[in-house]
């Protein structure tokens, strides 16, 4: 790490969660330890072995966004105006937009309509020719357009008005993550003074339910919802599928200061790497995680002791919870006395967007001194043995927070948060 490289604060956040449409009414929530968990309503999901979902509710769609773009926007406009960031009084080209944004939605009814359409009961397949025609005389190209994670940037950056650096990546389960220490890094190397950042996602549709059930990855506790997600307990059966987003404003301090911002935190470290190993398995070693901690560690100039709380990946399922305390352990030697919690445990698991809402949860936890719960931990499980601030959130001080994202296919960030200073 230079001790010359620009500094990264946080100036603005927004959300759009399965409990709330804005970041104090979510934090305030997750900070009473309610959960946004409940039966699916977006579709018939009668027929499938997961029938819950943490939802998004009362949120509007228009026109034909996506769900992803349209929670993107909403998450964006309210980080920009607690920024009091305003492109009009800045060069544009000097403010870029990094998402880890996933799809927003399928169109499957419209998608079996088609099939049907084209199905030959005599050769019991589909004819190719008239699922071609069917699909060129009924498919809306603007609809299927906004299907493409790409769009959500798209839109932001036509929104806002911003011409610098626009990307977006899609690393799973760590996206959102990754796309906030990149568009840092993008900031950190003088290409951009400001960056809006973060992510969205939307799988609560029949494909993204389906094939997490496939993968019997999904918790089927469907009588009871808002204790499906129960992270580190050791009667935990798997991860509740989300949807939502989490954005934040980044800036160069100097930019920062200029305008006179308030100032949140100091995006401090970012540790980023992958596993090399299976698909849908993190590696039983936890080398990946293990990695990305202690490069964020490094990159912050921080030492193990000076970090307060862990915000942790915490999925629910069996072997991320396992082997996530393994690696915690492995970089801390101190593990035991630093509290390890995971949102996900009220939130359920927003894929894509969750690593920047349990972003904005850290920067929480260091602003008001509370410590988030995990919920619904009931049954200790020997493999994890950490504290998990186990069902009521705790007062604390905090100045610095890890915050872990691991993904599908061996995706792993670490991210760290620091109080300004």
Wanted: charged residues 25%; neutral net charge.
């Amino acid at each position: 790490m230079s001790g010359l490289r620009p500094r990264v604060v946080i100036t603005g956040m927004g959300a759009v969660t399965p409990l709330a449409n804005d970041v104090q009414e979510n934090w305030k929530k997750l900070c009473e330890g309610r959960s946004g968990v409940a039966a699916i309503t977006l579709f018939d999901a009668g027929s499938f072995p997961t029938r819950i979902a943490g939802e998004v509710k009362n949120f509007p769609i228009a026109g034909i966004l996506g769900r992803n773009s349209a929670f993107a926007l909403g998450a964006a406009a309210e980080a920009v105006k607690d920024s009091g960031f305003e492109i009009k009084k800045m060069d544009p080209t000097r403010a870029g937009a990094y998402l880890g944004a996933g799809d927003g939605g399928f169109d499957f009814r419209e998608h079996a309509a088609i099939l049907a359409a084209s199905f030959n009961a005599e050769q019991d397949s589909v004819d190719r020719k008239k699922f071609f025609e069917k699909s060129v005389a009924r498919a809306h190209s603007k609809k299927l357009l906004e299907e493409e994670p790409s769009r959500v940037v798209y839109h932001l950056s036509e929104r806002l008005g911003v011409e610098g650096p626009v990307s977006n990546c899609l690393t799973a389960c760590a996206a959102s993550s990754q796309a906030i220490g990149e568009a840092a890094e993008i900031i950190r190397r003088g290409s951009a003074d400001v960056m809006i950042t973060g992510g969205t996602h939307s799988m609560i549709h029949p494909m993204g339910l389906g094939g997490f059930n496939l993968l019997t990855a999904l918790s089927v506790r469907n009588e009871e919802p808002a204790r499906a997600s129960r992270p580190f307990d050791k009667d935990r059966d798997g991860f509740v599928l989300a949807e939502g987003s989490g954005m934040v404003v980044l800036e160069e301090l100097g930019h920062a200061r200029k305008r006179g911002a308030k100032i949140y935190a100091e995006l401090a470290g970012y540790g980023c790497t992958a596993d090399a190993f299976r698909l849908t398995d993190p590696h039983p070693a936890g080398r990946g995680a293990i990695q990305a901690m202690s490069l964020a560690l490094r990159d912050a100039g921080l030492s193990t002791d000076q970090i307060d709380y862990i915000s942790a990946h915490g999925t629910s399922t069996q072997l991320n919870d396992q082997i996530e305390t393994a690696a915690v352990k492995k970089v801390f030697p101190n593990a035991k006395n630093i509290p390890m919690s995971s949102i996900k445990s009220m939130l359920g698991h927003m894929i894509a967007a969750a690593g920047a809402i349990e972003l904005i949860a850290s920067v929480l936890t260091i602003r008001d001194g509370i410590l988030p719960p995990t919920i619904n931990y009931e049954t200790p499980d020997e493999n994890c043995d950490l504290d998990y601030v186990p069902n009521r959130a705790r007062r604390q001080k905090v100045e610095a927070v890890l915050s872990n994202s691991f993904g599908f296919g061996g995706q792993n960030v670490s991210l760290i948060v620091k109080s300004f200073k």
